[in-house]
């Protein structure tokens, strides 16, 4: 079985653009969750999705948005970028309802510029 | 800001040698993991401890928790130098995890 994957795997931005990540579940798996992982921060909870439908929202401006698509694949957006956005982005998927063992991906580092 | 602390942030050890890295956490949880970083990679899964479950094992690994302490321990027993990453505890509650800032192991050959 294919793990999770997650394009691009390294991106350059600069302030105020734009990015979307995506994160394609091990198949079968409904639940897609996002960390950013920075040295200062550690490891932080941006969103959870199941079923397409957005179950809790970590602590982060509105500038960080996702979605999930029938199929499971998610995908993150993070408008008007800071430098402060700079960070691994790392997507996780599991089987069921609850979070359960999180499998995750290798990652998307993203350096604002 | 994070659930969970690991102590201590550093740990530097001989090959053979065990490791211990210990997780403090705050709220209720459902269950508690532990995961493995190599070098700013993706994150492995470990082990998942339930909250009902006092200790657990797999492999050269031994988890416990302490509900009533909001503790938990990690032994890795007889490290190898492929050991050496960070590891982190995460603890299962509302649809989230909420990770701790992680114990660096360096296993010296």
């Known amino acids: 079985k294919a793990g999770v994957t997650q394009t691009p795997r390294y991106l350059i931005k600069t302030r105020g653009q734009q990015v979307t990540l995506s994160c394609s579940p091990i198949s079968g798996h409904r639940s897609v969750s996002w960390y950013q992982q920075t040295p200062g921060q550690g490891l932080q909870f941006l969103f959870e999705?199941?079923?397409?439908?957005?179950?809790n929202k970590g602590n982060f401006p509105g500038r960080f948005s996702g979605r999930q698509f029938s199929n499971s694949r998610s995908e993150m957006n993070v408008s008007t970028l800071e430098l402060g956005d700079s960070a691994l982005y790392l997507c996780a998927s599991s089987y069921g309802q609850g979070v359960g063992e999180q499998f995750f991906g290798p990652g998307t580092r993203l350096t604002v510029l | 800001s994070q659930q969970g602390e690991e102590d201590p942030q550093a740990l530097s050890i001989q090959e053979g040698e065990n490791a211990t890295m210990n997780c403090s956490y705050k709220?209720?949880?459902?269950?508690l993991q532990w995961y493995r970083q190599n070098s700013g990679r993706g994150l492995v899964h470990l082990i998942l401890?339930?909250?009902?479950?006092r200790e657990k094992h797999s492999g050269r690994l031994r988890v416990t928790l302490d509900t009533s302490k909001k503790s938990s321990s990690l032994l890795i027993t007889a490290s190898r130098a492929a050991d050496t990453a960070s590891y982190f505890c995460a603890t299962d509650y509302d649809y989230k995890l909420s990770f701790g800032a992680g114990t660096t192991v360096t296993v010296r050959a």
């Open positions: 999705y199941f079923s397409e439908t957005q179950r």
């Open positions: 401890i339930r909250s009902n479950e």
């Open positions: 709220t209720s949880i459902n269950n």
